[in-house]
C-alpha cells in the first residue's frame, strides 16, 4: 500500500510572521514534507488595496522556503478573510473545494496558524478537520492568554507553540489550557532570515547617524485610541526624543496609517529645529535594524521594540502605555498583555520618575495574575497565583496593570472587600458622595 504523501500549510498574514516561519523551518523546527505551501491572509480592513505578504518589498528570500504560495482571500473571494467562517455543515463541501483548488488531492495535510482563536486561521482549522495543528507566535500575544475559549475538537489538536524569544526567560501562555507546549525559535536563524529580507530591499534608505527611530501602529484603526489621542502620542515621540538631545529623527509610519500623521510630525519637528526623515517604503523596522543601527528606537508597545531589544541590542524607549492600559476596552482585550510588557520592562522615554522596570523575578508572576483576570473561565488554576501575587505586589508601579472593579468581580487582593461592594451600587451613598463633592467645590470658591 503507498503511503499517503504529507502537505504541510503555513498560513501568515504579516511578513513578520513569514520571517519567523522561515526562520523555524531553515532551524529545523519542523520534520520533513512532501509538500510544504504557504497561504496567505490578507486581512487588512481593505485587502483590495493593500499588499498581500507575497508582494511585499523583501519577501522574494522566503519564496524558496515553499513549494508553492496561495491566497486564502481568493479561494473565498469576495468574502473578507477575517469576517467569513463556514457553516458546521458545509466543512466538507470546503475542504473539497480547497483540496481542488489547492491540488492536494488525499495528501495528509498539517496546519500551521498564528491567532487560531478568530478567523481566518480558525475557519482553516475548522474546514481541515483532524488535521495537526502547529501554532506560532508573530509578536507579544503569545505571551497572554488565548482570547477565547476555544473549541476542544480545535485546541486538543494543536502540538505546540513556536515562538521567538522576546522576552527572554518568559513562556507563552497561549494555549496552555490544552496543554499545548511553548518551543522557541532560535534567533540566530531570525536574524539570517531577517538579512535576507533587507538585502532584497532595493529602495531603502540610510537612516542618519545617531538618528532616534519613532514607530508607528496605527493603534486608531484598532479602536485603542482616537486618530487625535495617536496623533498626540507621536508628536510626543518627537519631543521626547529631542529632549533626549537627538537632532536627527526617522518616522516609521504604519503602512496603512493616514499621511495627515506625517505632516504633523513634520510640522513639529520644524517648530523644534530638528531633522525628521519619514520612511514611505512598506518595510519591517527589522530591516532598518540590519540597514543601519539607530541611536535609539521609540515606540508605545510594539514587538519591533523588543526585536531591537532582544536580537539586535539596540537601545529602545516606550511612551503612552499608561492612559492606552487605562482606556484599553474590555478588559480582555489581547493587546493588554503586550502593552503590559513594554510599560513594565522597557525604560520610559520622558524619564518620569516612579517609571523603573518591575523585577524580573516577578514578571512571570505578573503575567499569570493578568492572565487569569482577563480569562478566569478560561484559566481558573492561575487563581492561587494571581491572588499570591496581588498580595504581595500590588503597589503604585503594579495598580495600572488592573482594574480595581474587575479585582472586585474575581474576589482577589486589591479589589473592594466583598462586605462592601454593595456601596457603588447604593442610591443613597451615591447621593452622599454628591453632595460632598458639592460642599468642597463651594468650600473652595
Not at 507546549?181 to 536574524?191: D, N, S, T, Y
Not at 506625517?262 to 531633522?275: F, H, K, W
Not at 503586550?338 to 520622558?350: G, I, K, M, S
Not at 522596570?357 to 512571570?364: C, E, M, R, S, Y
Request: net charge positive; aromatic share 6%.
Amino acid at each position: 500500500m503507498t503511503a499517503r504523501r504529507t502537505t504541510r500549510i503555513h498560513c501568515v498574514s504579516t511578513l513578520y510572521g513569514a520571517a519567523t516561519l522561515a526562520a523555524a523551518l531553515e532551524s529545523g523546527c519542523f520534520a520533513e514534507a512532501d509538500r510544504r505551501l504557504l497561504l496567505v491572509f490578507n486581512t487588512s480592513a481593505c485587502p483590495e488595496t493593500a499588499l498581500p505578504v507575497d508582494r511585499m518589498p523583501g519577501f522574494e528570500p522566503l519564496r524558496d522556503h515553499f513549494d508553492a504560495v496561495h491566497s486564502f482571500n481568493e479561494a473565498i473571494r469576495p468574502f473578507h478573510p477575517a469576517a467569513w467562517a463556514p457553516r458546521q455543515d458545509d466543512l466538507p463541501l470546503f475542504e473539497r473545494h480547497l483540496r481542488l483548488l489547492w491540488g492536494l488531492g488525499e495528501d495528509r495535510v498539517e496546519l500551521v496558524l498564528e491567532s487560531l482563536q478568530v478567523n481566518p486561521a480558525l475557519a482553516v482549522a475548522q474546514i481541515f478537520t483532524g488535521a495537526p495543528v502547529h501554532v506560532y507566535a508573530d509578536g507579544l500575544m503569545s505571551y497572554g492568554p488565548t482570547r477565547n475559549k476555544l473549541d476542544p475538537l480545535v485546541g486538543t489538536r494543536v502540538r505546540r507553540v513556536l515562538h521567538l524569544d522576546l522576552v527572554p526567560g518568559l513562556t507563552p501562555l497561549l494555549l496552555t489550557e490544552f496543554g499545548v507546549p511553548a518551543e522557541v525559535v532560535p534567533g540566530e536563524a531570525f536574524l539570517k532570515v531577517m538579512g535576507e529580507i533587507a538585502g532584497a530591499v532595493e529602495e531603502l534608505p540610510v537612516l542618519p547617524d545617531d538618528c532616534a527611530l519613532l514607530l508607528g501602529q496605527y493603534l486608531s484603526a484598532l479602536n485603542i485610541m482616537t486618530p487625535e489621542e495617536e496623533e498626540e502620542l507621536h508628536l510626543r515621540m518627537v519631543r521626547g526624543a529631542v529632549a533626549r538631545g537627538h537632532r536627527a529623527l526617522v518616522f516609521k509610519p504604519h503602512p496603512t496609517a493616514p499621511a495627515r500623521y506625517s505632516r504633523a510630525l513634520e510640522t513639529e519637528a520644524q517648530r523644534l529645529g530638528v531633522e525628521l526623515m519619514v520612511l514611505d517604503v512598506p518595510v519591517l523596522a527589522e530591516t532598518l535594524f540590519e540597514k543601519s543601527r539607530p541611536a535609539l528606537v521609540v515606540g508605545c508597545f510594539s514587538t519591533a521594540l523588543f526585536t531591537a531589544s532582544a536580537f539586535y541590542r539596540l537601545p529602545v524607549a516606550r511612551i503612552g502605555t499608561e492612559p492606552l492600559l487605562e482606556g484599553l476596552t474590555p478588559y480582555q482585550n489581547s493587546n493588554r498583555v503586550p502593552a503590559v510588557l513594554a510599560d513594565a520592562l522597557l525604560p520610559d522615554l520622558e524619564r518620569r520618575a516612579g517609571e523603573e522596570p518591575v523585577p524580573a523575578d516577578t514578571l512571570g508572576a505578573l503575567v499569570a495574575a493578568i492572565g487569569f483576570t482577563m480569562q478566569p473561565q478560561i484559566y481558573p488554576g492561575l487563581r492561587p497565583q494571581a491572588e499570591e501575587y496581588l498580595s504581595r505586589h500590588l503597589g503604585p508601579r503594579t495598580r495600572r496593570y488592573f482594574r480595581r472593579k474587575r479585582l472586585t468581580a474575581l474576589g482577589l487582593p486589591g479589589g473592594v472587600p466583598r462586605r462592601l461592594a454593595f456601596l457603588p451600587h447604593n442610591s443613597t451613598v451615591r447621593r452622599i458622595v454628591r453632595r460632598a463633592r458639592a460642599l468642597k467645590k463651594s468650600v473652595r470658591r
